[in-house]
């Protein structure tokens, strides 16, 4: 079977609510990472007295990068619903 013919077949109700909760799943977790790279990019004077006093300022900086990017993919992820496709 083509990969052609394989996008044309309907898919079952077991694979769009697998699809579904993937893409949920996927949705959640972007915005959490992104949240949690704002929270180690934004000066919040209570968590950068607890974060500098234990690591260095540019690692704390790189790891909120970090997050950011690997939110963004997430939020991605989700949005293209690439899961059962083999390529």
């Given at each position: 079977m083509?990969?052609?013919?394989?996008e044309k077949e309907k898919m079952s109700n077991?694979?769009?609510?697998i699809i579904r909760m993937r893409s949920i799943t996927n949705y959640v977790m972007g915005i959490l990472l992104i949240a949690a790279g704002c929270l180690f990019l934004l000066p919040i004077p209570k968590v950068e007295d607890f974060l500098l006093k234990k690591?260095?300022?540019q690692l704390i900086k790189m790891f909120g990068i970090v997050c950011w990017i690997y939110g963004l993919f997430r939020i991605y992820?989700?949005?293209k619903k690439n899961y059962f496709r083999e390529s």
């Open positions: 083509a990969l052609e013919e394989f077991r694979d769009k609510g690591y260095d300022a992820r989700g949005y």
